[in-house]
């Protein structure tokens, strides 16, 4: 099934932090459609990574959405430090969170855009409750925690899955897909319903530089 213009969400988990804004910079030249900043808490997932400092300095730089993806296990805590750090969407998950709905609707009282994520274990059926009121959904197709993992391929049927229920409760909703997303994976998971591709490692630890991996990319998701 396809959705469309195919958007990519580069993720800077695997950009050289030592050029961070230039990288970004980059992406945003060849089309970004919005930046995926991975947060780690080391509880959460086994990884720690960064916090609202590099979104700070990261919306200096660029125009485009910064999209927070908190792999932290008290999300509430940190929504007001990531909104005045420049966040304009943030990405909760579903596993661990009893109040999973109290969160959606604090960030959507910041004025943010929301979306929920569910794991590789966690069935599609976990979202018909919260969907009506998210603006995306992101199916993890890597267990969290880390880049440059491979794809998870029976994530797929679920995707299919979830692309059945935004198209019959919430037409509209991103369905956003991240892990193991590269030229190959990418036109597996549009083909299953997927309309925005996290990628990190495919981007950004390739030689050819970020201009030339994203229209790689771009041409295989839209293929
Ligand atoms: C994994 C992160 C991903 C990661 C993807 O926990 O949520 O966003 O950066 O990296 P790649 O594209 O290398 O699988
Ligand atoms: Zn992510």
Not at 119 to 148: R, S
Not at 152 to 173: A, F, N, S
Request: glycine share 8%; hydrophobic share 45%.
């Amino acid at each position: 099934m396809d959705q469309g213009i195919v958007k990519l969400a580069p993720s800077i988990l695997s950009a050289d932090f030592a050029h961070l804004g230039k990288q970004v910079g980059e992406a945003e030249q060849a089309g970004a459609d919005r930046i995926h900043v991975d947060v780690m808490d080391g509880h959460f997932v086994p990884n720690i990574s960064m916090g609202p400092v590099v979104v700070q300095s990261l919306r200096r730089v660029t125009r485009l959405p910064l999209e927070t993806h908190l792999m932290i296990s008290d999300p509430d805590f940190f929504l007001d430090e990531f909104t005045e750090a420049g966040s304009d969407s943030f990405l909760v998950h579903w596993e661990g969170n009893n109040n999973l709905h109290r969160t959606v609707q604090r960030i959507k009282a910041l004025g943010k855009r929301v979306g929920v994520v569910i794991n590789p274990a966690t069935p599609a059926a976990a979202l018909e409750e919260i969907l009506q009121d998210v603006d995306q959904v992101l199916v993890m197709t890597v267990n969290p925690g880390f880049g440059h993992q491979h794809f998870i391929r029976t994530t797929l049927p679920k995707i299919r899955r979830v692309r059945q229920m935004i198209d019959g409760l919430k037409r509209g909703c991103d369905l956003e897909v991240d892990g193991g997303i590269d030229a190959t994976t990418a036109p597996l998971v549009v083909d299953a319903g997927a309309n925005v591709l996290v990628a990190g490692s495919a981007i950004f630890s390739e030689s050819q530089g970020v201009a030339a991996t994203m229209q790689r990319l771009r041409s295989a998701a839209n293929r």
